[in-house]
């Protein structure tokens, strides 16, 4: 069964239906553009994206931890992507961790 999504357009009372798949390849583009804008370091176990031209205490945006397969992600980034594409929260940490998966070849085991 294909899922549906509504969205309504902040320029009035237009409403558009897009698909479950449609909203997570949308994601998907999203977050390899993202990706793509980050400086990656690969070291030990760890992979971290930081943001090339961000303020040292705010630099890392995404930090996995191939030990525990853990992967912290910034609120403001999270907190982007639930608003963006309104999923809700515990779905959107999932989008996440599978799409880092699928991205590096890693298992994310939990995502925080």
């Not at 899922?3 to 698909?19: A, D, E, L, P, R």
């Not at 390849?25 to 990706?35: E, G, H, I, K």
């Not at 690969?42 to 853990?70: A, K």
């Amino acid at each position: 069964m294909n899922q549906q999504t509504q969205t309504n357009t902040s320029t009035g009372n237009m409403k558009y239906i897009i698909t479950e798949s449609k909203l997570d390849m949308l994601m998907t583009r999203y977050l390899n553009s993202w990706v793509d804008s980050k400086k990656i370091i690969e070291f030990d176990r760890f992979i971290v994206l930081e943001d090339p031209y961000g303020e040292p205490e705010n630099e890392v945006s995404m930090e996995y931890d191939g030990e525990d397969g853990r992967l912290w992600v910034r609120q403001e980034l999270f907190s982007l992507l639930v608003d963006l594409f309104g999923k809700g929260e515990n779905e959107t940490l999932e989008f996440i961790g599978k799409f880092f998966e699928y991205k590096f070849g890693v298992e994310v085991k939990k995502v925080e």
